[in-house]
């Protein structure tokens, strides 16, 4: 994994309410994938690698418990040694978009980033259209909470990208599905799961210990209409209480080999070992 040094206040804007600890272990794993990544495929056959970050925030953020501050997803990628050859953002509030455009503005060229303003289930075609063909791209989707409509990794999935996906089962479904998300037609997790998708009738036919994977299924399997066959998942826990998953898809089992390997050292440094191959 590429070393970054620790972001330093720059006197734009970095948001009051500070990030969880968890936000850094979403973040670690990005970081060596981006690095994996950029590294197994340069030179080869695609005409350029680009990454997409439809919910990218200002760059920089304030984590909560230490106080410290760490970068966000955006200036990760845009930091990468063997750099993308183009970097497309998205970022709902005009303060975050702003300050991310300045800070861009100071680490990379500006031929080769954009940042939209505006939600980025609305930009997500204009994000797209700027995508050249026969390239192949990385796609950090992580929204605040189940705000990515499954119709958007549709839009993205016209072009050659891999997703890894902020999936907050424990954080936001789960923990709504009962009470809020039951009773309200169109609701944030029916838009996330996409159409077709009875997960009413799943959840009741399981015990409440599996409704996770029950969602995480449900999810894949509409992924896998769109194309992707190959599915692994990440387990973000804090303090031993589990808090989302980052699903990462693929269409190539390179790419799956690779994330294997980037995730078999967690951020403790400790160390696992996948002794199958999963599909």
């Keep these: 994994m590429f070393d970054l040094p620790q972001p330093k206040d720059d006197g734009l804007y970095i948001p009051r309410r500070p990030v969880g ?5 979403k973040h670690y794993f990005l970081q060596r994938y981006i690095d994996a990544f950029t590294t197994a495929m340069k030179g080869k056959r695609w005409k350029g690698l680009h990454y997409i970050d439809l919910f990218a925030g200002p760059g920089i953020v304030r984590l909560r418990d230490s106080g410290e501050l760490d970068w966000g997803s955006a200036l990760i990628a845009a930091q990468a040694p063997n750099a993308f050859d183009g970097l497309h953002f998205c970022e709902l509030s005009k303060r975050a978009a702003k300050a991310l455009q300045a800070r861009l503005d100071r680490i990379v060229g500006k031929s080769r980033f954009t940042v939209l303003q505006g939600d980025a289930n609305q930009k997500v075609h204009q994000s797209v259209a700027e995508i050249p063909p026969q390239t192949l791209s990385l796609a950090f989707l992580d929204p605040y909470g189940l705000h990515l409509n499954y119709e958007t990794v549709q839009v993205l999935s016209a072009r050659r990208v891999d997703f890894i996906v902020f999936f907050p089962d424990h954080l936001d479904a789960l923990r709504n599905c009962k009470y809020v998300y039951r009773n309200t037609p169109n609701s944030n997790l029916d838009r996330f799961l996409g159409p077709e998708v009875n997960w009413h009738s799943a959840l009741n036919a399981a015990p409440q210990t599996k409704w996770a994977e029950v969602l995480r299924k449900l999810y894949c399997g509409q992924i896998r209409r769109l194309g992707y066959t190959k599915f692994e998942s990440e387990r973000i826990c804090v303090k031993g209480r589990p808090l989302y998953l980052l699903i990462f898809c693929s269409q190539h089992p390179v790419a799956a080999k690779l994330w294997r390997g980037v995730s078999s ?11 199958n191959a999963r599909g």
Excluded: L
């Excluded at 600890?21 to 272990?25: C, F, I, L, Q, Y």
């Excluded at 050292?265 to 002794?275: C, G, I, M, V, Y």
């Design 265 to 275: 050292k967690k951020p403790d440094d400790q160390r696992t070992f996948d002794f």
């Design 21 to 25: 600890e968890w936000s850094r272990h």
